[in-house]
């Protein structure tokens, strides 16, 4: 019998690979093999051109993505424990950091100290948006990618059906986290933004590092290995977005590598969304010292979602090569 915990095909696969086929005689696995040659031979079926192809048709791009949406779906809610625990952790970092930073926003920016207070609590909200999605996307892509070369290399379905599907579930996770830290967050600290602007943003965030966080997991098979590449993905972003030290005191050789993290662009549409309209001298000084006059900001959220979609698409033709055997 199935043990509880085994997926049938597997379990089958499993059982043939673990017993000889005397085992299997002596277990009666052949009996019906018995009965069906003892049986008379029916005559042949002829199959025509016709009837091959309509045999061999595949179903279309519709239906594969509702089926696997489906599963999706389906697998977000037999795991709705994790996904609730996400959330709630998510809510309660954001009650803290809120509490932390309570009223940051509301002083006038006229000292430097105030203004580099309510700089941090953006940029404290922007990285734990980025670690909390990309390390989740980080380490679940690389479960899931056997199954995939599995299924796609015995033609199940195409690959952009099933990146779809997956995107489209991932949007909606990745907003309820943002959208439960900035409630939580947000109206604690005071920001003089718009909230949906600064949603927007990190939800435009969220994704940019899933999809990075994808593609590294496609490239890696085992989620270990995906592990120790986190560094490789979270570090260079905090030393570059100006948080820690100002863009313009980075030397000049290094300072090139901003333009390759997604968190330098979200800080900067941020930081002239909350200082844009001060007029004090050390608002002034954070927007140019961190560069965030260098661009106007529709460029900066064109390149947010051209990193987001550069990294997917790679994604995408990395997993189909690497199916393709």
């Known amino acids: 019998p199935k043990p509880d915990d085994y997926n049938i095909a597997d379990w089958i696969l499993q059982v043939a690979q673990t017993n000889s086929i005397e085992d299997f005689k002596k277990m009666g696995f052949f009996d019906d093999e018995r009965k069906i040659e003892k049986q008379p031979k029916k005559a042949p079926v002829v199959r025509t051109a016709s009837s091959t192809a309509a045999d061999t048709n595949h179903v279309g791009f519709d239906v594969q993505t509702r089926l696997l949406f489906d599963r999706e779906f389906k697998k977000l809610y037999r795991d709705k424990f994790a996904f609730v625990v996400r959330v709630a952790s998510t809510t309660a970092f954001g009650l803290l950091f809120g509490l932390i930073f309570l009223g940051v926003g509301k002083s006038s920016y006229v000292l430097y100290p105030e203004v580099m207070a309510s700089f941090g609590a953006i940029a404290q909200l922007l ?4 670690f909390g999605v990309a390390q989740s996307s980080l380490m679940e892509f690389p479960k899931d990618r056997p199954v995939f070369l599995r299924e796609y290399s015995t033609n ?7 990146f779809l599907a997956k995107f489209t579930l991932e949007c909606f996770t990745v907003l309820m986290q943002v ?12 920001f003089q933004m718009n909230f949906f602007s600064f949603l927007a943003l990190s939800f435009m965030l969220a994704i940019s590092s899933t999809s990075i966080g994808i593609f590294i997991g496609s490239c890696v098979e085992d989620p270990s290995v995906a592990a120790e590449l986190m560094p490789a993905l979270i570090v260079p972003q905090l ?20 333009y390759l993290c997604s968190l330098t662009y979200a800080v900067r549409l941020a930081t002239l969304y909350e200082f844009g309209d001060c007029g004090t001298v050390s608002c002034r000084s954070l927007l140019t010292n961190n560069g965030v006059y260098q661009l106007d900001s529709y460029w900066y959220w064109i390149i947010l979602s051209a990193i987001a979609a550069i990294f997917r698409v790679s994604s995408v033709i990395i997993l189909r090569n690497k199916a393709s055997f």
Not at 179 to 190: D, K, N, S, T
Not at 244 to 253: A, C, D, G, R, Y
């Open 156 to 162: 199940h379905y195409s690959v952009l059906p099933y």
């Open 179 to 190: 959208l439960v830290q900035l409630i939580a967050a947000f109206f604690l600290m005071g």
């Open 127 to 130: 990285i734990s948006t980025m």
């Open 239 to 258: 030393l570059f977005s100006g948080f820690f030290i100002q863009v313009s005191l980075i030397p000049e050789f290094l300072r090139w590598a901003q």
